[in-house]
């Protein structure tokens, strides 16, 4: 082989390499970073939810706004966060990829209530579905940049609209 074939070699040899140990540098914060949220929704701690966010983040919630900014996200979780008791959280990554600072984490959430939780009408005690996250490393910390997620769970059936009124009667 002549040298600068080596040095194809070597440079994809080193690129491949670096995309591997940053993919499994993200997949340990991200992993540590859903354990604590679990267990920060089961305590009701939306400021600590928030710090997993950058200060520009936008989050998507299903059958909601976007809402962008750190503060807006506190505000979201804060509200989602009073209802008692509180409910247990899974999140699971199935995979995250990631490239230099930046990381792409695709999984599974679980919620599920107490039994006899007071919860509103039509919500269900046990719901799951699955969440795309854009990570950015900033710092030397993984901070989540874009989240969104939606629900397995078959949409709740729509009233059917109201009947047309009758029509005016005219006076003769």
Sequence with gaps: MR???YLVVLLTATFACKT?????????????????????????????????????AV??????ATMTGKDAIKAFFATLNTMDPKPTLTLRAEAV?????????????????PAGAKL???MPAADSGKYVVHWMQENGKWLMMD???NSDTPAM???APAPPPPPARRGR
């Design 120 to 122: 509103p009408p039509g």
């Design 97 to 113: 990829h990631a490239a230099g600072g930046l990381a792409m984490e695709r999984g599974r959430w679980n919620w599920t209530y």
């Design 20 to 56: 591997a140990d940053s993919t499994a540098s993200a997949k340990q914060a991200i992993d540590a970073a859903n354990a604590q949220w679990a267990r920060l929704t089961s305590t009701g701690h939306s400021d600590s939810i928030a710090e997993f966010y950058a200060a520009d």
């Design 157 to 159: 059936p729509m009233a």
């Design 147 to 149: 989240d969104i997620w």
């Design 59 to 64: 989050i998507m919630p299903p059958n909601m």
């Design 3 to 5: 040298p600068h074939g």
